[in-house]
């Protein structure tokens, strides 16, 4: 198939790769020069064109921009592309992206779909093979899809070793604060704190071990993707952050009291993750 | 040498591995009957005793018991052992150590240290090979330790791999909280909150990818280690987590004002923690 991928980043570049392998050519558009020439340096897409041009060929489009930029680009697309053309979007948030086509005419060829994959790396050098094998695709509303533009995305995703799940827009929103976006923005605000009060900057270095580093990992992910995921989602992930800092002004009170038993029964809780990480290494185990 | 191990757990179960390796006799300590027979089926120890036979010979006694049974068994380990012989005390906090032996007669002969080294797992089947090499310890108030006490101890840290920083016990207790113990709350917190809201918990493991699971992992250790650990350091640890409970406040006022400036700017900041934990892998890469 002709496959367009707007947006050469970690995610666009790293779908390219893997569905160029497959035999597909790759059509690449980006609106940074720098990275359209990063792009064919590094050979992640077959050759770039403007989105117009691209368009006129496309049977599949994937749409990789930042969050905020995915309604602009995403209608653009479905105006202006083949009838018989699928355009996916592969955004962190759904909720807004799938209400701003919920009328278009074309909105039977579009697919809202969030690949569950990432690292806290961004660009086009950031993008590697494999990234997507034996993770989980998100995709909403897929009532709303036609049935042969649904299973030529599910195509694609299973060539880039994806399983599907099918969740309305909303709870993916909302499930996402919590597992994703949270953490997130934990690791960030870990990192501002520990760089805020280690003035003497040697100490961080002196003393964080594997502890540390793998907590505050996400603190180094790109702040343009992650402020437009965040604005996108902030009903959501205000609620998430409230819950989080309750809990954690309930973790200080303990440890302020000395209440051994409090922290314990706190941390016994916490434990009980375990159990559901488990599956998770599991399955990648399965898979590799 | 022949060495004494109390407390057979990951770390003292950790630097029997490698001190015997090292061709030491290494002589084990364990209060709970199922550790000692666990730490004997695994090869940890050379042999077992209790506390008072062992000291009769130790030349070297490592204590590695959670920290707030550690002032207890130091004080009887100093009362007991041969006068030539040295404690060190390898806890994860100093202060409250540090003070309890100042005006002990055999002051000379102690040696508190830290090494930075651990995993998210317990007891002596969590023990490993290694987990301390290319890693820091700290020792403090070396200057309240006999020359030869030290040396020996300096021996014993170079033998399973490690380098040694030096620093005074309240400045060790305030950077680890902010550095180790702050990280330890902020996870097991992201545990409790992500298990509170998400009920169903198949969404759990349907959506959670790399990040979530490195930024939580910390959320698995045991609660018996920490619970002590924070007790002891509950003062710096506090503070900690107010300057973090009060910058995660500040993110989520940038978020629920979509305030993307602002979320920018909080997260360049944050990036820089890069720069400082690219020194750490640097090091790790050198050593291996």
Redesign the interface.
């Known amino acids: 198939m002709k496959i367009c991928v707007v947006g050469l980043g970690l995610i666009g570049g790293s779908m390219a790769i893997d569905l160029k392998v497959k035999g597909h050519h790759i059509i690449g558009v980006d609106k940074s020069p720098s990275h359209i020439e990063k792009a064919l340096e590094l050979g992640l897409v077959d050759e770039v064109h403007d989105l117009n041009n691209a368009l006129e060929e496309a049977e599949v489009v994937i749409i990789a921009v930042p969050v905020d930029a995915i309604e602009k680009v995403l209608v653009n697309v479905l105006d202006q592309m083949n009838p018989k053309a699928i355009a996916i979007d592969v955004g962190s948030t759904k909720q807004e992206i799938c209400e701003s086509v919920k009328t278009h005419n074309k909105r039977g060829r579009f697919v809202a779909a969030h690949p ?5 790396f961004s660009g086009p050098t950031a993008a590697i093979p494999n990234l997507f094998s034996g ?2 695709n ?1 995709i909403c509303e897929e009532e709303r899809i036609d049935e042969d533009a649904l299973d030529t995305a599910l195509q694609v995703f299973s060539e880039i070793g994806m399983t599907n ?1 099918f969740m309305n827009p909303d709870n993916h929103d909302m ?2 604060a ?3 976006h ?17 003035k003497d ?1 040697k ?19 790109s ?2 993707t ?3 995921i ?2 996108k989602n ?1 009903n959501h ?2 609620k ?6 309750s ?3 309930e ?2 009170s303990a ?2 009291n ?1 209440d ?1 038993e409090k ?2 029964a ?9 159990r ?2 488990k ?2 290494k599991l399955n990648v185990v399965k898979l590799s």
């Open positions: 569950l994959a990432g690292t806290e993770k989980k998100i799940i499930h996402v919590y597992v994703s949270l953490s997130h923005v934990s690791a960030f605000t870990l990192g501002l704190t520990v760089l805020d009060i280690e900057e100490q961080i270095f002196n003393l964080a071990s594997t502890g540390f580093e793998s907590t505050v990992r996400l603190a180094k992910s702040p343009n992650w402020a437009s965040f604005n902030s992930l205000a998430a952050l409230d819950n989080y800092i809990k954690l002004q973790f200080k440890i302020e000395q051994s922290m314990k706190l941390m016994d809780d916490a434990n009980d993750i375990k559901v990480l599956g998770i």
